[in-house]
Nanobody, 129 residues
Framework: AQDLVESGGGSVQSGGSLRLSCLRS????????ISWWHQAPGKERQGIAA???????SYADSVKGRFTISQDNAKSTIYLQMNSLVPEDTGTYVC???????????????????????WGKGTLVTVSS
C-alpha cells in the first residue's frame, strides 16, 4: 500500500501564496498519476491539478495560471504552489495516487487522475479577504 501525507496548509490573506506538499511513502509504483483535490466547506471534492510519471500536467480551469503542480522524485514529494489565493480557495486539500497506463493514453484531465487508489487525509487552507 502507498501512504500519502499532505502538509503546508495554513491561513493566508487574499492574494497570498502557499506551497503544499504530498509525501509518498510505502509501495510506490514507477508509473503513477497524482492529483490534488480541493474540498470547499459544504461542497464536493474537485480535482484541481494532476501530474503523472511521464511529467504531463493538467489543471482545472479554476486554478489554471495561479497554481503549479510539480514533483521531486528524489524526495518522493508532489508540490502544489498556490499563488493569488482568493477566499474561494478555502478548504481541505487532499492528494491521491493511482496508475498511469503510459503510452499515448493520458492518465488525467483537467486536474483529475482517472485512477485514485490511495488518498491522504488532507491539509486545511484558509484564505481571508
Amino acid at each position: 500500500a502507498q501512504d500519502l501525507v499532505e502538509s503546508g496548509g495554513g491561513s493566508v490573506q487574499s492574494g497570498g501564496s502557499l506551497r503544499l506538499s504530498c509525501l509518498r511513502s510505502g509501495y510506490r509504483a514507477s508509473s503513477y498519476c497524482i492529483s490534488w483535490w480541493h474540498q470547499a466547506p459544504g461542497k464536493e471534492r474537485q480535482g484541481i491539478a494532476a501530474i503523472d510519471s511521464d511529467g504531463r500536467v493538467s489543471y482545472a480551469d479554476s486554478v489554471k495560471g495561479r497554481f503549479t503542480i510539480s514533483q521531486d522524485n528524489a524526495k518522493s514529494t508532489i508540490y502544489l504552489q498556490m499563488n493569488s489565493l482568493v477566499p474561494e480557495d478555502t478548504g481541505t486539500y487532499v492528494c491521491s495516487a493511482g496508475p498511469n497506463p503510459g503510452g499515448p493514453q493520458t492518465s488525467h484531465s483537467y486536474g483529475s487522475c482517472y485512477g485514485r487508489d490511495y488518498w491522504g487525509k488532507g491539509t486545511l487552507v484558509t484564505v481571508s479577504s
